[in-house]
């Protein structure tokens, strides 16, 4: 839906500092907007304000909507969403419902990942970056980030085209590849799966 088409909701409970907004954004950019902003019949915000705020912030035009058209005032004060927090790595994720965690979104998040790190090779090894520094700045991500995530360049070529053609090979989360990936490309050739069984 169109964010412009959206209202904040006049009794919305929650406020976000800037900050916060500015989280919510790097969490967006990082892993896309996996949940859904609820609103009325008018549009209006039910849950999502802050992730209205933060899509803008990262000059987003649309965000993925649930609309709630029959619920009274005192149902959406009293919409209760089951959540659980997941970590991955510094980050925590809000994962609302059941969903699992190793969704689309998870599977795009690891397969981007890989993508930047073997971008960030190639600027290194070619000469276009001096230093991971100055990587990091291009991409406002920290030092710290790429040089974790510069292990994925180990990955074998086999082993990219395994995951991105059978994602049910893909590790729960990103720390879990990283954690999993041996130098030796053989052992790759196992599978990332049965190296985490």
Same mark, same amino acid.
């Given at each position: =839906? ?132 100055? !990587? ?11 040089? =974790?995530? +510069? ?11 395994? =995951? +991105?053609?059978?994602?049910?090979? !893909? ?5 879990? !590849?990283?954690?999993?990936?041996? +130098? ?7 599978? !990332?799966?049965? +190296?985490?069984?």
């Amino acid at each position: =839906m169109p964010i412009t088409s959206l209202k904040p909701h006049p009794h919305n409970a929650r406020t976000h500092s800037k900050h916060q907004i500015r989280q919510i954004a790097q969490s967006i950019r990082r892993f896309g907007l996996t949940n859904p902003v609820l609103v009325d019949a008018k549009n209006q915000i039910i849950a999502g304000h802050g992730r209205v705020e933060a899509a803008k912030l990262l000059g987003l035009t649309e965000v993925p909507t649930i609309r709630l058209e029959s619920l009274t005032e005192d149902q959406i004060a009293s919409i209760e969403c089951p959540f659980r927090h997941v970590r991955q790595g510094r980050a925590v994720r809000l994962v609302v419902g059941d969903t699992n965690i190793t969704t689309d979104a998870s599977h795009q998040a690891i397969l981007k990942a890989i993508a930047s790190a073997r971008r960030w090779y190639e600027q290194i090894t070619t000469g276009k970056s001096s230093n991971i520094a100055q !990587l990091a700045g291009i991409d406002g991500v920290s030092p710290r980030f790429i040089r =974790m995530q +510069m292990k994925l360049v180990q990955l074998s070529p086999q082993s990219i085209e395994n =995951m +991105m053609t059978r994602p049910e090979s !893909l590790p729960l989360s990103l720390d879990d !590849l990283l954690a999993l990936i041996p +130098m030796d490309w053989r052992k790759q050739s196992l599978g !990332l799966s049965a +190296m985490s069984a």
